[in-house]
């Protein structure tokens, strides 16, 4: 604070206050982290363990703004990774709700036939038009949400000096799209490597295209 600051400044020698005083207005903003206290638990329930990844994922997944698929295919890619749609669903009541539910899927537990129960159950028989585009919908909307969850905590100050790389890894089979196989020679050196704040991976970080497969792995230095 700057009474505190003014205080300090006075009990330094009469030549250095001069000179400290300007440092001080020329000084960077504080680059500090911000201050984070891990969860303690509950006094009831001393065994419980929390799984930030899943946390995370969750709260993120919540907190997506709901369009409908014309808006979202407008968007750019920075509003599109804060926005969550469905195909052939127009309405943003019934958006919300599928979302609310894979939030709730993730929380409780990845399994397809209680998110369908969950669906079902909040906007009734008739919202999907087959099994098939259920699934769709369940496995990117998971795959989707545990990737925001793992970035969420590589970008913890608490975390993110541990992992400064990330590898990219795509599925080697017949499906394989060869755009997707082409980014695990982009990276450094023509690897699949790249810095976790390089803004090509932040583009093309898994999954960022339909029924995207791909996955990233956080690395060391080390590794």
């Not at 201050?35 to 997944?61: C, G, K, N």
């Not at 804060?82 to 309405?91: C, N």
């Not at 259920?134 to 990117?140: A, D, K, L, S, Y």
Request: with cysteine; proline share 8%.
């Amino acid at each position: 604070p700057e009474q505190e600051q003014a205080q300090e400044l006075y009990k330094l020698p009469f030549e250095q206050q001069r000179f400290v005083a300007l440092q001080l207005r020329q000084a960077p903003p504080d680059k500090t982290p911000p201050s984070w206290t891990p969860p303690v638990p509950d006094d009831d329930d001393p065994a419980y363990i929390h799984y930030p990844v899943i946390e995370e994922a969750a709260r993120i997944l919540a907190q997506k703004n709901v369009v409908t698929r014309e808006r979202f295919d407008r968007l750019s890619d920075a509003a599109r990774q804060k926005a969550f749609t469905v195909a052939q669903v127009a309405s943003e009541e019934t958006l919300a709700k599928i979302r609310d539910a894979l939030s709730e899927t993730v929380e409780e537990g990845v399994d397809l036939e209680v998110f369908r129960a969950k669906v079902l159950e909040s906007v009734g028989e008739g919202t999907f038009l087959s099994d098939a585009h259920m699934e769709t919908v369940f496995r990117g909307g998971i795959q989707s949400a545990f990737s925001d969850g793992q970035m969420s905590v590589l970008k913890n100050p608490f975390v993110r000096g541990g992992f400064p790389y990330a590898a990219y890894e795509a599925i080697h089979d017949d499906r394989v799209r060869h755009d997707h196989l082409a980014l695990e020679k982009h990276g450094i050196g023509g690897t699949n490597v790249y810095r976790i704040d390089d803004p090509v991976f932040e583009t093309f970080r898994p999954p960022w295209d339909f029924n995207d497969r791909c996955s990233f792995i956080p690395l060391t230095v080390r590794q």
